[in-house]
């Protein structure tokens, strides 16, 4: 397994700046935000020469207003033809792929009004018509879409692994997990990792707190066990709250989870 560290996390004014503190303090490789309004399309020339210098950059975590699953039928194609064009970027950098949630913040089903407007069985329609869009583009761009459950607060659509693992439904289409959200949402995560093993292609680290590994109460020799276990040898991408400065905090983190690799 490798590190990675989202870009707004790390000191510096390039990429090339950002990969050069991230590589010294441990980490392998740079996740990418991906912003809507093809903001990230326009980053093509900066990816470009940040490729060309030899900055790793294998996946790109979706940064929008919203989703695949949104409630409007035009914001939803919205979503589509931003990933689309993310999955395009990352295919033309040699990458692995796009991971998106179904949504973020649009409705929970533990918040008033507790209701949503649509059902269900209309949840999953959306996501699957979605999903085989996405899936039939990435295919053709040699990538991947990768769908990252959320928590209960934060989507009330797909919260757990074996809920996203079964909404793929092309080798194009894989999934994306979150510890974060694992810890709120699965029974068991290490029997979670082992059950989605077929169709886990990522994972984004946090603490329970959402704050930088070992600020926290998760077991991650116990899941970082897990992953070797089921052969997982993808990327372990920081997405978190630094609780202190990123100078001292991000050598620490990597060390604090190469201990268990």
Known sequence: MKLAVQEQLVPGRTLQEKFAFATEAGFDAIE???KGDLHFA????ELRRALTDGVVMP???VEMSHFIGDFDAGRREDAVRQLRSQLTVIGELGGIGVMTPASW???????PPFEPPRSPEQDREVLAEALAALGEHAGREGVLIMLEPLNRYENHMVNT?????????MDSVRVAGDTYHMN???????????DAAPYLAHMQISESNRNQPGTGHLDWAAQLATLDAIGYDGYLALECRLRGEPEIVLPQTAAFVRKFL
């Open 32 to 34: 990418l935000r991906g």
């Open 42 to 45: 326009g980053r093509l020339p």
């Open 59 to 61: 996946t790109v975590c």
């Open 105 to 111: 913040g649009q409705f929970s089903l533990r918040l």
């Open 161 to 169: 692994l074996a809920q996203a693992a079964e909404l793929c439904s």
């Open 184 to 194: 709120i949402e699965e029974d068991d995560p290490c029997r979670s990792l082992m």
